[in-house]
């Protein structure tokens, strides 16, 4: 095909092709319509690959943040999940830091 000829117009355009997860490129994340339901309530949110507003509900299958109130039972129980999970982190942490304070005092008092 030279240059200056185009396609016919009857040919349609290549389909795209989906990722490695089957997910097409530029495409919001599916969401199961039995993910808990949420309320935003402080500040803009990009969940689902929309903007969502303080005030919105929204149904979001990931792990919830503080910025989201749950409104239904599976909600509640991702909420208690996630504060469990958050707990233990900062346990962790605390744990962690307090090891290396008592490494130090210890290399100190040499």
């Known amino acids: 095909m030279?240059?200056?000829?185009?396609?016919?117009?009857?040919?349609?355009?290549?389909?795209k092709k989906a990722a490695k997860n089957g997910v097409m490129?530029?495409?919001?994340?599916?969401?199961?319509?039995?993910?808990?339901?949420?309320?935003?309530k402080h500040k803009d949110h990009f969940i689902n690959g929309r903007v969502v507003n303080p005030g919105d509900r929204v149904r979001y299958a990931g792990v919830p943040g503080v910025n989201l109130e749950p409104l239904d039972d599976a909600?509640?129980?991702a909420v208690a999940d996630a504060e469990e999970a958050r707990d233990q982190r900062k346990a962790e942490a605390a744990t962690k830091a307090s090891s290396r304070l008592k490494l130090l005092d210890a290399l100190n008092a040499l």
């Open 2 to 15: 030279s240059k200056q000829e185009s396609k016919p117009a009857d040919s349609a355009p290549a389909p």
């Open 75 to 77: 909600a509640r129980q």
């Open 25 to 40: 490129r530029g495409s919001s994340p599916a969401v199961p319509a039995e993910a808990p339901l949420y309320l935003v």
